[in-house]
């Protein structure tokens, strides 16, 4: 595979992948692509927007004390008085950060090269960065969570979702679902882990538990946790850090980009409700043409005392 270098000049493409022609139009071919939408998959939650408040973070607060999960007290008489009670709050804050990226090329590649790599092209596919950016984030975030629900000493096994299972169900207010996301490796590790086990062996039971959910984003189900898979958890130490939680643990707020200004200049587009912006522009003087997307987004973990969540720190080997 050639590395192409910007700016992207049709020296370099050419005696890389052959001289000017239109080869496949319009086709940006995705290679080694992870496909889970973890906004669509329901992995990350969002919390709002900084649009116009001055400050790169947003906070959320909570509160608890009060409604369904504070009983009322016992009187002893009908003229006791009532001690009134106590109400707990909470923020959580989420910092946005600055993620970018950008290509160039010049004049002379965007006349005489294929479709393929046009930088006016690139530009449309630049939102879709913005799915593999959180992914990435969201990886980072779980790998902080406090709390390991198995042995970082040996590989995945059944015996560590059984452990994590329970770890959910002890945890106050866990309303049943629950997602995990590991290293493919881990996934493997698991998955031979099962394949051992007893009541498990029969091709119909193993079939059971392993089918493929793929029109859903994820691997598999096992003991009522969906299961996704992802390149970008961390390995560190000789370990991996998986991570699941109830959906809401990890969440994501943007800085909403739609009052941004005149940029007709810089040829816009805008996704405010996702902090993007994307810019094109060209230089005469050195004959090349650039564009740069720019996401204004932060990933966070919300307060485990609300959202179960639980690290799945295993060995890679």
């Known amino acids: 595979m050639a590395v192409l270098n910007s700016p992207l000049l049709a020296a370099d493409a050419e005696s890389s992948i052959g001289r ?30 900084v649009a116009g408040s001055g400050s790169d973070t947003i906070r959320t607060r909570r509160a608890t004390g009060y409604g369904w999960s504070k009983a009322m007290a016992s009187l002893a008489s009908e003229t ?5 009670s106590p109400v707990t709050v909470g923020v959580d804050d989420i910092t946005i950060g600055r993620q970018g990226l950008a290509f160039s090329e010049s004049f002379q590649h ?15 596919y630049m939102v879709d960065s913005y799915l593999a950016t959180l992914r990435s984030l969201l990886c ?13 000493a040996a ?11 329970a770890d959910f169900e002890e945890t106050a207010g866990f309303d049943g679902r629950a997602v995990a996301v590991l290293h493919p490796v881990q996934v493997a590790h698991l998955r031979s882990s099962i394949r051992s086990e007893t009541a498990l062996q029969y091709p119909e039971s193993f079939e059971l538990y ?5 029109e859903a984003g994820f691997r598999f189900t096992f003991l009522g946790i969906d299961i996704y898979a992802s390149q ?8 991996y850090y998986g991570f699941a939680y109830q959906p809401g643990a990890i969440a994501y707020a943007v800085g909403s980009t739609a009052q941004m200004g005149d940029l007709s200049d810089a040829n816009p587009i805008l996704v405010p409700e996702w902090g993007i912006v994307v810019t094109r522009k060209t230089d005469g003087q050195s004959a ?30």
């Open 110 to 124: 965007a006349i005489q090269d294929d479709a393929m790599l046009k930088v006016d092209d690139l530009a449309g």
């Open 232 to 239: 970008d958890v961390s390995l560190s130490g000789g370990d």
């Open 80 to 84: 006791q008085a009532i001690a009134a």
């Open 288 to 317: 090349t043409k650039r564009v740069d997307a720019n996401a204004f987004v932060g990933v966070g973990k919300l307060d485990p005392t609300l959202f179960a969540q639980f690290l799945i720190r295993s060995n890679a080997t």
């Open 210 to 214: 392993q089918r493929m959910q793929a």
């Open 140 to 152: 980072t975030t779980g790998a902080t969570f406090a709390t390991n629900s198995a042995d970082p």
């Open 20 to 49: 000017s022609f239109q080869y496949l139009p319009g086709l940006i071919r995705q290679q080694l692509a992870e496909r889970f939408d973890v906004a669509a998959g329901g992995l990350i939650a969002s919390v709002g927007d």
């Open 155 to 165: 590989t995945l096994d059944v015996n560590d979702w059984i452990a994590l299972r």
